[in-house]
């Protein structure tokens, strides 16, 4: 049987959705519009003012958002409550350099804390259940998010944390968890574990809610085979909220996106023209409930496509199919967000010509981060030695920027190979996107 947190809004007429919107959406531009100068200049250049939406069709109208906007507006120039007025912080899962940090007032959170509450009951969550949060705690937003959501479900919520995998199993089994929420490359670790350590039987795993990062289809079928559940995709990023912005339901055919606080669109990411259902693009979304951080029009970069098809579980809610890439360089590697160019300051700011290739992999569930660059010539004439003591400062000035450890390899000048056209500086050998 399904099972819905908020059966009238999750299963509400698309009239009733079509009509919530434009009513947010009116109300949120004119509370940007008052109170967030940098929106209002945003607005102003590009001559739209709030009269000028009237409804979900006048979306089009506004400007788009990017997190160059962000970076430039960090921290306060996007907050739209005083801060007396906020309860948390929380950041994006990256980096010393690009962090993005939002804002949440206790309404904030509370309906962002509704939207994963809706997300584990369509996971099949009760308040019988154990739910274990193996997601990271503090700045990162899977952590407190799902913690949140287990509450207003009412489960026994055990907040694990990332990490331990020892301790993560002994709870497990000892007290009885019933469903798993982490980053699925952690969910494939733990299936891994269980098995070498042969308690399969003592687990009452019915279900997991992994998202934070690309997975494929193999995959799911993977860990659901081997912990015996079922494996819920959960999508959403620290600008729009956290996760929950979309979850899976029974159907396991893409995530309905909570419309009644989100608007998506997909749009060319050439162009920035919006696309019809059914076209694969970017993903746009407008907030049209946040007190404290509202984004308006804010793309994601995620490469997507919505559909509006009736679902069996009988939400109403447009979903969107898993991630099929990204229109930026970013990549995911161990749950942090990590760009190429964050890799070549480093690298440039030591004294590196611009030749380096990050090739990313993943072994026994884990991702492996490993940067080879090329040394000028007079740094080749060096001891092997020497070559050792360059390539340990390499990877402490990596840590110190990325916050996770990357492999570095220097090699001979002139041996990355040379391309014709755009520089291949990533070479992803993980397969994480189905398309
Ligand atoms: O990863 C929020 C989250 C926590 C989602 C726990 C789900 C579960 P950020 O650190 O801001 O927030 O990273 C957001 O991660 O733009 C996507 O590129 C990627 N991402 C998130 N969920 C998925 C998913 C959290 N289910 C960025 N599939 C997003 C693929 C995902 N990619």
Same mark, same amino acid.
């Given at each position: 049987?399904?099972?819905?947190?908020?059966?009238?809004?999750?299963?509400? *007429?698309?009239?009733?959705?079509?009509?919530?919107?434009?009513?947010?959406?009116?109300?949120?531009?004119?509370?940007?519009?008052?109170?967030?100068?940098?929106?209002?200049?945003?607005?102003?250049?590009?001559?739209?003012?709030? #009269?000028?939406?009237?409804?979900?069709?006048?979306?089009?109208?506004?400007?788009?958002?990017t997190k160059n906007?962000?970076r430039?507006?960090?921290?306060?120039?996007?907050?739209?409550?005083?801060?007396?007025?906020?309860?948390?912080?929380? &950041?994006?899962?990256g980096t010393?350099g690009k962090?993005?940090?939002?804002?949440? /007032?206790?309404?904030?959170?509370?309906?962002?804390?509704?939207?994963?509450?809706? =997300?584990?009951? =369509?996971?099949?969550?009760?308040?019988?259940?154990?739910?274990?949060?193996?997601?990271?705690?503090?700045?990162? /937003?899977?952590?407190?998010?799902?913690?949140?959501?287990?509450?207003?479900?009412? &489960?026994?919520?055990?907040?694990?944390? &990332?990490?331990?995998?020892?301790?993560?199993?002994?709870?497990?089994?000892?007290?009885?968890?019933?469903?798993?929420?982490?980053?699925?490359?952690?969910?494939?670790?733990?299936?891994? &574990?269980?098995?070498?350590?042969?308690?399969?039987?003592?687990?009452?795993?019915?279900?997991?809610?992994?998202?934070?990062e690309a997975?494929s289809? #193999?995959?799911?079928?993977?860990?659901?085979? @081997?912990?015996?559940?079922? =494996?819920?995709?959960?999508?959403?990023?620290?600008?729009? *909220?956290?996760?929950?912005?979309?979850?899976?339901?029974? =159907?396991?055919?893409?995530?309905?996106?909570?419309?009644?606080?989100?608007?998506?669109?997909i749009i060319d990411p050439e162009t920035g023209e919006?696309l019809?259902?059914?076209e694969k693009g970017e993903l746009?979304?407008? /907030?049209?409930?946040?007190?404290?951080?509202?984004?308006?029009?804010?793309r994601t970069r995620d490469i997507c496509i919505?559909?509006?098809? @009736?679902?069996?579980?009988?939400?109403?809610?447009?979903?969107?199919?898993?991630p099929m890439g990204r229109s930026d360089d970013m990549l995911i590697v161990k749950?942090v967000n990590v760009f190429p160019s964050q890799i070549e300051s480093v690298l440039i700011a030591k004294g590196y010509p611009a030749n380096y290739q990050i090739i990313v992999s993943r072994e026994?569930?884990?991702d492996k981060l490993e940067v080879q660059v090329e040394m000028t010539p007079e740094m080749f004439s060096d001891?092997?030695?020497?070559i #050792?003591?360059k390539e340990?400062e390499l990877i402490?000035a990596l840590? #110190?920027m990325l916050?996770i450890?990357a492999k570095v390899q220097l090699v001979a000048p002139k041996t990355i190979t040379r391309s014709e056209g755009k520089a291949v500086r990533v070479i992803d050998k993980r397969n994480l996107y189905d398309n």
């Amino acid at each position: 049987m399904e099972r819905y947190y908020q059966p009238d809004i999750e299963c509400a *007429s698309r009239e009733q959705i079509r009509a919530w919107q434009s009513e947010r959406l009116v109300a949120q531009v004119a509370h940007v519009y008052k109170n967030v100068p940098y929106y209002r200049n945003l607005m102003d250049e590009k001559g739209v003012t709030p #009269a000028d939406i009237q409804s979900v069709d006048d979306l089009h109208k506004l400007p788009f958002l990017t997190k160059n906007d962000l970076r430039e507006a960090y921290p306060y120039g996007l907050l739209a409550m005083p801060l007396s007025d906020c309860v948390r912080i929380q &950041s994006t899962s990256g980096t010393t350099g690009k962090r993005v940090v939002a804002f949440y /007032t206790q309404h904030d959170l509370d309906l962002w804390e509704e939207c994963c509450a809706r =997300a584990l009951m =369509a996971a099949g969550a009760t308040n019988e259940d154990v739910v274990q949060v193996c997601y990271g705690y503090g700045l990162f /937003t899977g952590g407190p998010g799902l913690n949140g959501g287990s509450h207003k479900v009412g &489960s026994l919520t055990l907040p694990m944390s &990332s990490g331990n995998t020892d301790r993560q199993l002994q709870f497990m089994c000892d007290l009885g968890a019933t469903v798993l929420c982490c980053t699925p490359s952690y969910a494939a670790y733990l299936a891994e &574990s269980i098995h070498e350590q042969g308690l399969r039987d003592q687990i009452q795993l019915k279900s997991g809610i992994f998202g934070a990062e690309a997975w494929s289809e #193999a995959m799911r079928r993977d860990i659901q085979e @081997k912990l015996g559940i079922k =494996a819920y995709d959960i999508y959403g990023l620290t600008e729009i *909220s956290g996760p929950g912005v979309a979850f899976e339901c029974s =159907a396991q055919t893409g995530m309905h996106i909570n419309e009644d606080h989100f608007i998506a669109e997909i749009i060319d990411p050439e162009t920035g023209e919006v696309l019809p259902d059914g076209e694969k693009g970017e993903l746009v979304f407008t /907030t049209i409930t946040k007190q404290a951080f509202p984004m308006m029009r804010y793309r994601t970069r995620d490469i997507c496509i919505l559909t509006r098809e @009736k679902c069996s579980c009988g939400r109403t809610h447009v979903k969107m199919c898993k991630p099929m890439g990204r229109s930026d360089d970013m990549l995911i590697v161990k749950g942090v967000n990590v760009f190429p160019s964050q890799i070549e300051s480093v690298l440039i700011a030591k004294g590196y010509p611009a030749n380096y290739q990050i090739i990313v992999s993943r072994e026994n569930n884990s991702d492996k981060l490993e940067v080879q660059v090329e040394m000028t010539p007079e740094m080749f004439s060096d001891t092997v030695r020497e070559i #050792a003591t360059k390539e340990k400062e390499l990877i402490d000035a990596l840590k #110190a920027m990325l916050g996770i450890y990357a492999k570095v390899q220097l090699v001979a000048p002139k041996t990355i190979t040379r391309s014709e056209g755009k520089a291949v500086r990533v070479i992803d050998k993980r397969n994480l996107y189905d398309n």
